[in-house]
């Protein structure tokens, strides 16, 4: 590895399953060494001086799978397992615009995690482990509370709206929630829904809507 005049190098982290641009930090020889023995993503704070290691406050880690030089050996290349946002905006990567832009993908990788814990500690994995069933009568109950909650919003006037705009917030998150739960269950992937919308709107593979 070839580092600057400052001892440091660019480090490029993506995300090993969508193949997605992360964040473009810097690491001196030390955040590298600490990478390769941990099998966490450490990096040099230029504006602090010091060594960090991703998600160390956040908790939003980055789990290395592979790292790689470029042809030069000036730049890394660290393919990794994000355990959450790697913005510290909120966002899936530091390259979005939008901190409240929604990533299903993301969402349901992190169901999957959370499928595989102990059903004692994880909700998740509870309501896997008592079959489609149960995860389809919560989906129906929840749908009919995110209803509810819309024409509450909708017939009661500008009293005491934030606070039921909240609530039908709070209940449309449990409902895409369970029903993401449901397509985990079923063996559906986000992107097949995502594949049938575009379908549906005439959406080819220029983008350009058709007629609907």
């Known amino acids: 590895m070839r580092f600057d005049d400052r001892g440091l190098l660019p480090v490029i982290v993506q995300d090993v399953l969508t193949g997605a641009v992360l964040m473009l930090a810097w690491a001196n020889r030390e955040a590298v060494e600490r990478t390769l023995e941990s099998g966490q993503v450490w990096f040099w704070s230029r504006s602090r001086q010091a060594l960090w290691r991703k998600g160390e406050t956040s908790g939003n880690t980055l789990t290395v799978v592979e790292i790689r030089e470029d042809c030069d050996g000036d730049t890394l290349l660290i393919r990794a397992l994000p355990a959450g946002p790697a913005c510290h905006r909120g966002t899936r990567t530091c390259?979005?615009?939008?901190?409240?832009?929604?990533?299903?993908?993301?969402?349901?990788?992190?169901?999957?995690?959370?499928?595989?814990?102990?059903?004692?500690?994880?909700?998740?994995?509870?309501?896997?482990?008592?079959?489609?069933?149960?995860?389809?009568?919560?989906?129906?109950?929840?749908?009919?509370?995110?209803?509810?909650?819309?024409?509450?919003?909708?017939?009661?006037?500008?009293?005491?709206?934030?606070?039921?705009?909240?609530?039908?917030?709070?209940?449309?998150?449990?409902?895409?929630?369970?029903?993401?739960?449901?397509?985990?269950?079923?063996?559906?992937?986000?992107?097949?829904?995502?594949?049938?919308?575009?379908?549906?709107?005439?959406?080819?593979?220029?983008?350009?809507?058709?007629?609907?």
Not at 106 to 116: K, S, Y
Not at 135 to 141: L, N
Not at 158 to 164: K, M
């Open 95 to 212: 390259f979005e615009p939008n901190p409240a832009h929604l990533e299903l993908g993301w969402l349901a990788e992190v169901l999957r995690t959370r499928a595989e814990a102990d059903p004692e500690t994880s909700y998740t994995a509870r309501l896997l482990a008592r079959g489609i069933d149960r995860v389809a009568q919560k989906v129906g109950e929840e749908g009919v509370e995110t209803a509810l909650a819309a024409v509450a919003l909708d017939a009661r006037g500008e009293d005491g709206r934030p606070a039921r705009r909240a609530a039908l917030v709070g209940e449309a998150s449990d409902l895409l929630y369970h029903l993401l739960v449901l397509l985990q269950a079923s063996g559906i992937e986000p992107e097949e829904i995502g594949q049938e919308l575009a379908r549906r709107h005439g959406l080819g593979a220029s983008g350009s809507p058709g007629s609907v």
